[in-house]
T-cell receptor, first 113, second 116 residues
Framework: DTAVSQTPKYLVTQMGNDKSIKCEQN?????MYWYKQDSKKFLKIMFS???????INETVPNRFSPKSPDKAHLNLHINSLELGDSAVYFC????????????FGEGSRLTVL | AQTVTQSQPEMSVQEAETVTLSCTYD???????LFWYKQPPSRQMILVIR??????QNATENRFSVNFQKAAKSFSLKISDSQLGDAAMYFC?????????????FGKGTHLIIQP
């Protein structure tokens, strides 16, 4: 019954590898987001999608590529991983209309060795 | 662009006491939304309280209340009767009106320690 679910919760990998994080929401929301939380706990938006369409693409290396197969799913693929990519990545969703809160997944901790 | 500032990296309070976490923000909008999120060690982001800027009344949720000063662009969180389970990172966040896909702008967080 989890509203926003991410997999995997933990990911440890070597530099140069490619990895993906998957996100699904069952809230019927139109908009989904990826946030990055760095080692200092700062949360910064990376991408937002509305109904499968990319809306926001912050200054993020193009090694990061989001993909939204439908409005309930937003995946994050990262190519050629670097040490600095180590962080917690949060998926979130919200209805497009109105300005309610965002609903967050549990986060995926990525560690690049 | 909107900015959110939390000037207290860490706060400590005795169990059962009251603590206030500060937040200021900068915006040119007149209507917007403000939130406090809690992030315990489990990492989950939990909504604590929300405030619509057009509402003059301060929001309250059980032991949690806010002091919203629109002219001063200040949005502090008061936790009464602090409990051990309140220990967490607390983030103040802003969302512009009809925010659409803009999401939230977060402050850098305040680490709240509860002393037993």
């Amino acid at each position: 019954d989890t509203a926003v679910s991410q997999t995997p919760k933990y990911l440890v990998t070597q530099m140069g590898n490619d990895k993906s994080i998957k996100c699904e929401q069952n809230l019927g929301h139109d908009t989904m987001y990826w946030y990055k939380q760095d080692s200092k706990k700062f949360l910064k938006i990376m991408f937002s999608y509305n109904n499968k369409e990319l809306i926001i693409n912050e200054t993020v290396p193009n090694r990061f590529s989001p993909k939204s197969p439908d409005k309930a799913h937003l995946n994050l693929h990262i190519n050629s991983l670097e040490l600095g990519d180590s962080a917690v990545y949060f998926c979130a969703s919200s209805p497009l209309a109105g300005a309610g809160e965002l609903f967050f997944g549990e986060g995926s901790r990525l560690t690049v060795l | 662009a909107q900015t959110v500032t939390q000037s207290q990296p860490e706060m400590s309070v005795q169990e059962a006491e009251t603590v206030t976490l500060s937040c200021t923000y900068d915006t040119s909008e007149s209507d917007y939304y403000l939130f406090w999120y809690k992030q315990p060690p489990s990492r989950q982001m939990i909504l604590v309280i929300r405030q619509e800027a057009y509402k003059q009344q301060n929001a309250t949720e059980n032991r949690f209340s806010v002091n919203f000063q629109k002219a001063a662009k200040s949005f502090s969180l008061k936790i009464s009767d602090s409990q051990l389970g309140d220990a967490a990172m607390y983030f103040c966040a802003y969302r512009r009106p009809r925010g659409g896909a803009d999401g939230l702008t977060f402050g850098k967080g305040t680490h709240l320690i509860i002393q037993p």
